[in-house]
């Protein structure tokens, strides 16, 4: 398959507020599903790749702490008085929405977790650091132009994802390789 030259952000609507009832993959799975692409295709595909917003994750993982603590995260659409700490093991996260996104979907998309490296909210298994930041950072932009959006789908990029048996996590590499 030659990789297309195009790439296709979307900030996906509907997603609704995570509580600590939730599981990541069951609270975004509905929305990716119903996800309308500007080509008019519609879900995911394998290949792509779901960008996350660290405090959604946070949030699922019962990460709530009263917001004069240090190292949290913006308090935005939270009680007053209470703000979020990022995850704890965010690529145990990553290999865990994965899954669940692979049950659902029939094919496990790349996962990023927004944030940087030294905030622990990359995935460090996806793709070089370079790439995975870049992602990110157009996600943010995503996010931030539209802030109810804490999730971003990004297709045209299938042809750098490779499965990786050793832990079954898909890895972003070039010509096959893992990284």
């Excluded at 990541?24 to 917003?53: E, F, M, T």
């Excluded at 965010?90 to 998309?109: E, V, Y």
């Excluded at 499965?163 to 890895?171: H, K, P």
Aim: net charge neutral.
């Amino acid at each position: 398959m030659i990789p297309h030259s195009s790439l296709l952000a979307v900030a996906v609507p509907g997603i609704p507020q995570a509580t600590m009832r939730d599981t990541v993959p069951a609270l975004i799975a509905p929305a990716l599903n119903a996800l309308v692409w500007p080509d008019r295709a519609v879900g995911l595909r394998n290949g792509d790749i779901v960008v996350i917003a660290r405090k959604l994750v946070a949030i699922c993982e019962g990460r709530l702490v009263p917001a004069a603590t240090e190292g949290v995260l913006s308090a935005g659409h939270l009680p007053p008085g209470i703000a979020v700490l990022p995850p704890v093991d965010p690529l145990a996260s990553a290999r865990a929405i994965r899954r669940g996104l692979d049950a659902r979907f029939g094919g496990r998309p790349g996962v990023i977790i927004t944030g940087d490296v030294a905030a622990a909210g990359v995935d460090p298994h996806v793709g070089t650091s370079p790439l995975r930041e870049s992602l990110a950072g157009m996600a943010d932009v995503l996010m931030n132009a539209y802030p109810d959006h804490p999730v971003v789908a990004i297709r045209g990029l299938g042809h750098l994802l490779t499965y990786e048996d050793q832990d079954g996590i898909f890895v972003l590499g070039r010509s096959g390789q893992s990284v």
